[in-house]
Every structure is written in structure tokens, then in C-alpha cells.
């Protein structure tokens, strides 16, 4: 009896870590996030500015998801969201 609900147990936190990971990964596409052209000279430039720089890339990829989040846009498939508007 007990294997049997060790077995259930591990099928309900596979489907919820299944679950979990698709809905990080529809917010959180591989290459949707800003990065810099260029690498920064950390010598040459205002260690502050850098650093305010940093964080201000940061914050934009965070804004970014957290609107995605917001409005349930699928990033992976967005043909899906455009569809949804289209009915409204």
C-alpha cells in the first residue's frame, strides 16, 4: 500500500513540475531577452554608469515578462494571442 502511494505522489509532482516548467518556458523564451551589442569596457567607463546600465537592462527584461505574465501572452506562439484579440 505504501508503494502504491509513493507512486501516486510521484506522478502528481511530475505532472506539477511539468506543468510549472511549460509555463516558465511559454514566459520565458529563449532570445526574448535585451542584451547589449557591444561588451562594455569596465576600465575606461564611470563604474556607477556601468552599473546603472546593468540594472536598467535587468528591469526591462523583468517588465517585459511581467507584462506577458499580465496580459497572458504567449511568447512561443503568439499567432494563438493574435486569434484571441481578433474574436474580441
Known sequence: MKQIIIFLLLIIVGIMGYNAYSKYKRFNPPGSEYQANK???LNYFD???VEDYHHAVAR???YAAQ???FHGIDV??????MRR???L
Request: avoid cysteine.
Open 39 to 41: 561588451p562594455i569596457d
Open 47 to 49: 563604474p556607477n554608469v
Open 60 to 62: 526591462l527584461n523583468g
Open 76 to 81: 512561443r506562439a503568439p499567432k494563438k494571442i
Open 85 to 87: 484579440l481578433k474574436r
Open 67 to 69: 507584462m506577458w505574465s
